[in-house]
T-cell receptor, first 113, second 115 residues
Framework: GEDVEQSLFLSVREGDSSVINCTYTDSSSTYLYWYKQEPGAGLQLLTYIFSNMDMKQDQRLTVLLNKKDKHLSLRIADTQTGDSAIYFCAESIRTDSWGKLQFGAGTQVVVTP | DAGVIQSPRHEVTEMGQEVTLRCKPISGHDYLFWYRQTMMRGLELLIYFNNNVPIDDSGMPEDRFSAKMPNASFSTLKIQPSEPRDSAVYFC?????????????FGNGTRLTVT
């Protein structure tokens, strides 16, 4: 099966940019997602990108995709304390439903003043 | 829109007891997913339904786990008998249709502790 890997922890100062990295293994066309989980809450979809794209920008969020290296990153500009959360990279498993996702272990982002 | 509603938020039970987790999807959503989150295995898909019909239950750990969706607004995940290794956060998610552009909406989860 596919594996999605992420670094486990990131500390960043308020106002700086955060970059969260992820690698995936499925070589076929797929969708890749970034979810955010705040303490005690479910996962919230932040953004997604199709694997034939290189970049997607949505306000403070920029997703970069390196298809050759199967590397995905999420950049958060002007990081705020409210951005402290666990961020999950996920890949659609692409069998019978787009809702079947392979998640990474999550990156805990801590924003310090 | 109240979002996906799960109950209870926390459940503590003793090994061997039956546990029932509940989920109310967003009205009109045709797809419902049950995911489990543990420290060791991360987030895993257990089962999903389309129009109340179970489509893929290959992620259900074993026969002790069962899930039902008697109508479009309610689903249950039952564990009988429960074991300590079932301790996890169980998430229910729903989506409007089966498309990569249709995001999964997650509930806040049920934290299950089996002692």
């Amino acid at each position: 099966g596919e594996d999605v890997e992420q670094s486990l922890f990131l500390s960043v100062r308020e106002g700086d940019s955060s970059v969260i990295n992820c690698t995936y293994t499925d070589s076929s066309s797929t969708y890749l997602y970034w979810y955010k989980q705040e303490p005690g809450a479910g996962l919230q979809l932040l953004t997604y990108i199709f694997s034939n794209m290189d970049m997607k920008q949505d306000q403070r969020l920029t997703v970069l995709l390196n298809k050759k290296d199967k590397h995905l990153s999420l950049r958060i500009a002007d990081t705020q304390t409210g951005d402290s959360a666990i961020y999950f990279c996920a890949e659609s498993i692409r069998t019978d439903s787009w809702g079947k996702l392979q998640f990474g272990a999550g990156t805990q982002v801590v924003v310090t003043p | 829109d109240a979002g996906v509603i799960q109950s209870p938020r926390h459940e503590v039970t003793e090994m061997g007891q039956e546990v029932t987790l509940r989920c109310k999807p967003i009205s009109g959503h045709d797809y419902l997913f049950w995911y489990r989150q543990t420290m060791m295995r991360g987030l895993e898909l257990l089962i999903y339904f389309n129009n109340n019909v179970p489509i893929d239950d290959s992620g259900m750990p074993e026969d002790r786990f069962s899930a039902k969706m008697p109508n479009a607004s309610f689903s249950t995940l039952k564990i009988q008998p429960s074991e300590p290794r079932d301790s996890a956060v169980y998430f229910c998610a729903s989506t409007l249709w089966d498309s990569p552009n249709s995001p999964l909406h997650f509930g806040n989860g049920t934290r299950l502790t089996v002692t």
